[in-house]
Structure formats: C-alpha cells, structure tokens
C-alpha cells in the first residue's frame, strides 16, 4: 500500500493546498493531511479548528486523513506508515527552501521519499501567510479560500 503524507499548517487551507491534495490522491492508496504545529509561524486558528476545517474541505474523500501531530515530521510518517512526502512547490524559493528540508528529511529516514508537486500557476501567489494578512485587515479572502474553509474562518 501506497501511503503518504502532505504535511503543513494549513492555518488556514487554501485552494492550492486543495489542488495539491486532489492531484496526489490518484498517485497513493491513502493520504494523511498532517498538520503540524510551525514554531516559526505566528497561527491563527487553533489546531483543532484546523482540523475541523479540513475535514469540511475533504469529507467526501475516502482516501483521505486528517492527523494533528507534532515533533519531526518523518517521525510522524513512521508512525503512519507513510514512505511518501508530498510537499507543493509555488516558486523557486518554495524549491530551494523545500529541497534543504528533503534532504535533511532523507539523512534522517532515508526510507522516506519526498514528492514534490509544482502549484498550477493560477495559484502560485497562494499562501496562507498572504490570507491571514488579508483577514487580519477583514479583507475577503473567499476567492484564495475553498467555500468549505469560510465558515471557519
């Protein structure tokens, strides 16, 4: 069985992460959406919102999972049994910044590949940090946001 893993904050999900996740499901028997607490990154939205967030965005998909986890990420894929990192990849500073960490990832767990999936180019610009800027300001951030994230919000 085929397992992967699309880690990130997703505080909040947007429609790249959405994108990112429908394009992997046809490559993998079952994909884990784990959310990870970023010490680097102020959150928003609490991990337990995130979490309900994400399953309203993806509840009609049975290959699906949605885990909270914290510590080191390819602890984490051991724990599930997933040998596959998914990682989106918008620009050439997502690629250099990316490949670091899968690098750092495979000398940890060299049994664990990274997959690297490039944004359509409509959402290139889509980040989280950029919407949270937005909804700090109260602005609408409903054409980067799935319709299922708003209420969320």
């Known amino acids: 069985m085929k397992i992967a893993l699309f880690p990130g904050s997703f505080d909040p999900v947007t429609k ?4 990112i996740v429908k394009r992997s499901v046809g490559l993998f028997d079952k994909v884990y959406i784990g959310i990870g607490d970023n010490s680097s990154k102020k959150g928003l939205l609490s991990i337990e919102k995130r979490e309900q967030m994400l399953r309203a965005v993806f509840e009609t998909e049975p290959k699906i999972h949605i885990v909270a986890y914290d510590g080191l990420t390819v602890d984490f894929c051991k724990s599930i049994g997933a040998t596959f990192m998914i990682r989106g990849i918008r620009t050439v500073s997502d ?10 990832n495979h000398s940890l767990a060299p049994d664990i590949e990274s997959i690297f999936i490039v944004s359509k ?12 800027e937005i909804l700090r300001y109260h602005g609408d951030v409903s054409q980067f946001i799935p319709k299922e994230a708003i209420p969320y919000l």
């Not at 790249?16 to 994108?19: I, L, Y």
């Not at 690629?95 to 750092?104: D, G, H, L, P, V």
């Not at 180019?121 to 949270?132: A, D, E, L, Q, W």
Request: proline content about 4%; charged content about 20%.
């Open 16 to 19: 790249a992460h959405v994108d």
């Open 121 to 132: 180019p409509g959402y290139s610009s889509i980040s989280s940090t950029i919407v949270r």
């Open 95 to 104: 690629f250099e910044y990316e490949k670091a960490i899968a690098q750092m």
